[in-house]
């Protein structure tokens, strides 16, 4: 059953992992929402709708922001990227190989923002050191690893893409 | 007596391998709960209690009923023609007392957040609109919030009917307690207090429910930690037959423990999906999953512990008081908690006495439950600060002191004063390992050094003993139909890969993978060809779950058995075919190879002739290539695990907040089907046990509101706030089964708070402050003691 009809709307144009997207979006519909339930993207998660635990982290004109703190509404225009796009474009593999290698992530359900975070860190400094991944992780919150294989995975990345230049 | 796995030939068992799934997940693939939208969904919300007790005097939803987007509003009294009742009874707690439990408030609430009614619409803003339109009308009732008051005479009762707030009482002793006090050279005594916390998996609880009338059939998704047993309560609680109810739990978001119990609200959106016959999803916010997951801890503890001129523990006395919240959680029981906090007190040491009492009280809060290493981190903190305490008193290394009066079992095994059977350990050789990693006296130096340079720096440690991987004795003699088995089956498909399904569960901690990589050694094929689904009650064989570390000391056994006995198969048609006794033949990397180390022929081409082709095998050859084994350890009741951990902070001077500069496991959990996971398994429950020792905290006001609804009130540990963790291993072999694999998930939780209880009040001591035992461990408690002006 759809919402639509007892909604009020309004009508969206924007950039969704590339393809031009036009959609008609609950006025009070977060972004997140509707990337995962609107769009079907569902690599966005939504842990706490307030803006503290960044599992809804999504790129919007090319920085990382809170999907869940971002109405599908104020997209209209953007260019938005999730972990479907940023996988598929293969600008995270890196980080992704060794968040696998490492056992950088348990249950996954943080790992979508945690990844586009690291990687917003490693394009802003390609070398920080340990207690600088701590703080820029850390407004991610991940309840399973306990952070120590999330910062090895970030700094192995790191050494990696300082080995491909 | 089963061969022992140092007999065995061992390729992937042991070895470290990333959980394969993890990079569809990395990718955004992942499928959790919310992920799945099904045609004429509806969604759920519901009207929850705003206050902790009240008389329910008017709830109309008429007006709900026809606002925008609204299918259905359902009370109790809809719901209660398809759903029945429960109570927690277990056999394991004599004398509990429980009260019936319904899916919506039945006129009265006793705790914050309690579900009332359940509103189905659209979408759930729009249900969430819809509350706003019920007419609901109570009258408050006196609370009791405070677990401490919950007995005094004359307090209010939470449940009336029951005539008091006392839901269970643990009493045991074992030796002369009073003369091991009388005789005692020295004697330590402190109270303790624990806050609540609770286990926040990062994707909230969340089900949907589809029912299809013309098979009277019930479909279920849930985030669940065992969806087995949810089917039963589904079945038993709807009155279906198991046969017409099905749960899947996919890819789940993290359980801890939180995921395992029987929810009113899940109920209620089941039954409220057979009602309407189309599927209802609901997904707790994080302010539903603050208010309503199981909380866990808020214990008191007045405990003492006798010491004998030679440094030697000599009994431990206490005193214990836990507040379990409104009722006593279904089907496994809040008492579960206290029963454990109590048992292992003391558990790593030789004590000739010792004695434990506990009340466990109702209140108008949240329930309690199982969460990671349920009990176990109370009793090593109480035990630990003690120790740590005495030692500092003798003037004396506490790890002089540990190794002194450690409980060694030896061959035969042992008891502890307080009951536990303990087998297959290790203290001793975990504390050498822990001194090989990391260097006590030179890093005492260092933190003298800092000392010198004003910082106020500690150093603490907790040896611990965690129960793991419990049997059938814990609940089915219980009468709680809690299953403590597993099955594993495997079928060889066409081209030679593995099928193979489980009854345990994947929540993130790998047991796939391990799984996987014990059914590669047995059976004698790559890991790459196993494909192991988890998680569906209609293709998965009944068991046990996840829950008390259980998956490879269980599953594991589980999975060995069953492909053995399939390599069993192979060999026995191969045989056949070539004319040559079995047992001279072997299987390795998916062929069969004879006694002399030659390829024979490949499995792939068995299972196509047993497929395709079977008549060309000699009559009377009729290869199943399948096989499902159930395993039931027999003998023990539970898997005893040991080891260490130690914690180095520092304290700020002016704000009281407590830094982690490093912590550091030693864990004995037998085998390791695969040291990364287990690695990381330690490391996320420890995060978790500091979490517990310096933020975490469900906070109620003394009338039973709750204070902490969202994430920027309740404190989760960030990554910048924690230490680099590392991690040693001892292997002692669990001796009663062929992998000799024991339980790893909740050993990291178990001992961290009490390591950097004891490193703060060492920093505390040196700095002239007074020593804290009380937890968390907030900058305005730690300010008073540095001031010296509380001792918490
Ligand atoms: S869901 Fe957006 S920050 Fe938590
Ligand atoms: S892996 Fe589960 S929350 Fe990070």
Redesign the interface.
């Known amino acids: 059953m759809s919402d639509q009809g007892f909604e009020a709307t309004a009508a969206i144009a924007c950039t969704v992992n590339g393809e031009p997207v036009r959609a008609t979006v609950p006025v009070r519909q977060s972004l997140v929402d509707w990337l995962r339930h609107g769009l079907g993207l569902t690599g966005s998660h939504v842990g706490c709708e307030h803006g503290v635990c960044g599992a809804c982290t999504v790129v919007v004109d090319g920085r990382t922001m809170r999907g869940c703190l971002l109405l599908a509404a104020q997209a209209d225009g953007a260019v938005i990227e999730t972990i479907e796009g940023a996988t598929a474009s293969g600008r995270v593999e890196a980080l992704q190989e060794a968040f696998h290698a490492r056992a950088a992530l348990q249950c996954g359900f943080c790992t979508p923002g945690m990844v586009l975070t690291a990687a917003e860190l490693l394009a802003d400094e390609p070398s920080p050191d340990r207690p600088r991944i701590r703080e820029a992780l850390s407004g991610n919150y991940c309840r399973c690893t306990g952070y120590h294989a999330i910062v090895d995975a970030v700094a192995d990345a790191a050494a990696h893409a300082v080995r491909e230049r | 007596m089963p061969a022992r796995s140092t007999e065995l030939p061992l390729q992937e068992i042991g070895r470290s391998r990333?959980?394969g799934r993890?990079?569809a997940?990395?990718?955004?693939?992942?499928?959790?709960l919310?992920?799945l939208?099904l045609p004429?969904?509806?969604h759920g919300a519901f009207l929850r209690s705003p206050v902790p007790a009240a008389r329910i005097d008017r709830l109309d939803v008429t007006a709900a009923r026809t606002a925008?987007?609204v299918?259905a509003v359902f009370t109790w009294d809809d719901l209660r023609a398809v759903c029945r009742p429960w109570r927690t009874v277990s056999a394991a707690f004599p004398g509990l007392q429980s009260p019936e439990q319904t899916p919506l408030a039945a006129g009265r609430v006793t705790a914050v957040g309690e579900p009332i009614a359940l509103v189905v619409?659209?979408?759930r803003?729009?249900a969430e609109d819809a509350i706003e339109l019920i007419d609901f009308a109570w009258t408050e009732q006196p609370a009791v919030g405070v677990a401490s008051e919950a007995l005094a005479p004359g307090a209010p009762l939470v449940h009336p009917e029951l005539g008091s707030n006392l839901a269970w009482q643990f009493d045991a002793a074992a030796g002369d307690v009073d003369a091991a006090f009388a005789a005692a050279a020295l004697v330590v005594e402190e109270r303790f207090v624990f806050g609540r916390h609770t286990?926040?998996?990062?994707?909230?609880r969340g089900i949907l429910a589809a029912f299809d009338r013309s098979e009277a059939r019930l479909t279920v998704w849930a985030s669940h930690q065992m969806p087995h047993q949810l089917q039963l309560h589904l079945a038993d609680l709807l009155d279906l037959p198991m046969s017409r109810v099905e749960v899947t739990a996919m890819?789940?978001?993290?359980g801890?423990g939180i995921k395992m119990h029987v929810y009113p609200d899940e109920i209620a959106i089941c039954a409220a999906a057979r009602l309407l016959a189309r599927p209802v999803k609901f997904v707790a916010?994080?302010l539903e999953s603050l208010t309503s997951d199981v909380h866990a801890r808020e214990h008191v503890i007045d405990a003492k512990l006798a010491v004998d001129g030679d440094g030697r523990l000599l009994a431990i006395d206490a005193k214990g008081l836990q507040g379990i919240g409104s009722h006593s959680v279904f089907p496994r029981s809040s008492t579960v908690e206290t029963l454990m906090a109590m048992r292992t007190l003391g558990a790593p040491y030789a004590l000739a006495a010792a004695r434990a009492h506990a009340d466990v009280v109702f209140q108008n809060k949240a329930m309690t439950g199982q969460y990671r290493s349920v009990g176990h981190p109370i009793a090593c903190a109480v035990t630990e600060a003690l120790v740590e305490r005495a030692a500092a008193l003798r003037g004396e290394d506490s790890l002089a002191l540990r190794r002194r009066n450690y409980l060694e079992p030896g061959d035969d095994g042992c008891r502890t004063a307080l009951g536990l059977e303990l087998f297959d350990f290790s203290h001793a050789a975990c504390l050498e390992r822990l001194e090989a990693m990391l260097d006590v006296a030179g890093l005492r130096a260092q933190i003298a050094a800092a000392r010198q340079r004003g910082e106020i720096q500690g150093l603490g440690f907790a040896a611990f003993v965690e129960m793991t991987a419990s049997g059938s004795e814990i609940y089915g003699k219980a009468g709680v139909p809690v299953s403590a088995a597993d099955t594993v089956q495997v079928a060889i498909e066409p081209d030679g890969s593995i099928k193979a399904s489980a009854s345990l569960s994947e929540?993130?901690?790998?047991i796939t993978e391990g799984l996987i990589q014990v059914l590669a050694d047995a059976v004698g094929v790559a890991p790459e060809r196993i494909a192991l689904e988890m998680g569906r009650t209609a293709s998965g064989p009944h068991g046990g779950g996840a829950w008390a570390s259980r998956g490879a000391a269980i599953g594991g056994e589980a999975a060995w058995q069953a492909g053995r006995a399939l390599r069993g198969q192979v060999l026995e048609a191969a045989g056949a075919l070539l004319q040559m006794p079995a047992d001279t033949l072997d299987l390795v990397a998916g062929w069969v190879v004879d006694a002399s180390g030659e390829r024979r022929i490949e499995v792939a081409e068995l299972a196509r002739m047993v497929h395709f082709r079977g008549h060309e095998f000699p009559a009377g050859t009729a290869p199943q290539f399948q096989v499902a084994h159930h395993h039931r350890r027999a003998g023990d009741p539970t898997i005893p695990t040991n080891g260490i951990q130690a914690a180095w902070v520092s304290i700020c001077r002016d704000t009281g907040l407590v830094r982690c500069l490093k912590h550091w496991v030693v864990h004995d959990c037998g085998r390791m089907l695969n040291p990364?996971?287990v690695t990381?398994?330690v490391?996320?429950?420890?995060?978790?046990g500091l979490g517990a020792a310096l933020f975490e905290h469900c906070r109620y006001d003394a009338q039973a509101n709750f204070l902490d609804g969202?994430?920027?009130d309740y404190l989760?540990?960030?990554?910048?706030?924690?230490p680099?963790?590392e991690v040693g291993h001892v292997e002692t072999a669990y001796r009663g089964s062929v992998l000799g694999a024991k339980g790893a998930g909740e050993a990291?939780t178990c001992a961290a708070s009490a390591a950097v209880l004891n490193a703060v009040n060492d920093a505390l001591r040196a700095a002239g402050g007074t020593s804290i035992a009380t937890l968390p461990l907030t900058p305005p408690l730690v300010l008073a003691a540095l001031e010296g002006g509380s001792s918490g």
């Open positions: 990333p959980r993890t990079r997940l990395l990718a955004g693939h992942g499928r959790y919310d992920d939208d004429r969904q509806v925008p987007g299918v619409a659209a979408s803003a729009l286990g926040v998996p990062l994707e909230t890819d789940v978001g993290g801890f916010d994080r929540i993130g901690q790998g990364l996971l990381e398994q490391r996320g429950g420890v995060v978790q969202s994430l920027a989760v540990p960030m990554a910048t706030e924690m680099d963790i990291g």
